[in-house]
Nanobody, 134 residues
């Protein structure tokens, strides 16, 4: 089970840190992706990390503003979001793919492709809402 937290209301230019905590399995056996879905829009990949190798990837619009990281001791992956813009307003989801079950370690190859990520990611959280106001 994945549980997201850390969402909220923030002004343009502000920061938030989202957390994705796995309640059971060890996250270092997974690739973890962060996704977001704005009202009326399709879900899109934002960032991902292969926890065991600390290999990460970002969607172009968040490069330089968002940072993904992990803490295996806490079984948690974080998404630090800085310089937030109104266009970042969305519900943010984390998802996990189990590398031992055939999941691909190069999460950047499938996280940003809506034709791929639904089949690649095995588990999804319920989401946390981020609202950026001007």
């Amino acid at each position: 089970q994945l549980v997201e937290s850390g969402g909220g209301l923030v002004q343009t230019g502000g920061s938030l840190r989202l957390s994705c905590t796995a309640s059971e399995d060890r996250i270092d056996e997974y690739a973890i992706g962060w996704f977001r879905q704005a009202p009326g829009k399709a879900r899109e990949g934002v960032s991902c990390i292969t926890v065991g190798s600390d290999r990460s990837s970002y969607e172009d619009s968040v490069k330089g503003r968002f940072t993904i990281s992990s803490d295996s001791a806490k079984n948690t992956v974080y998404l630090q979001m800085n310089s937030l813009e109104r266009g970042d307003t969305a519900v943010y989801y984390c998802a996990a793919t189990f590398l031992g079950g055939g999941g691909r370690a190069d999460c950047g190859a499938y996280t940003y492709d809506s034709g791929s990520y639904f089949s690649e990611y095995d588990y999804w959280g319920q989401g946390t809402r981020v609202t950026v106001s001007s």
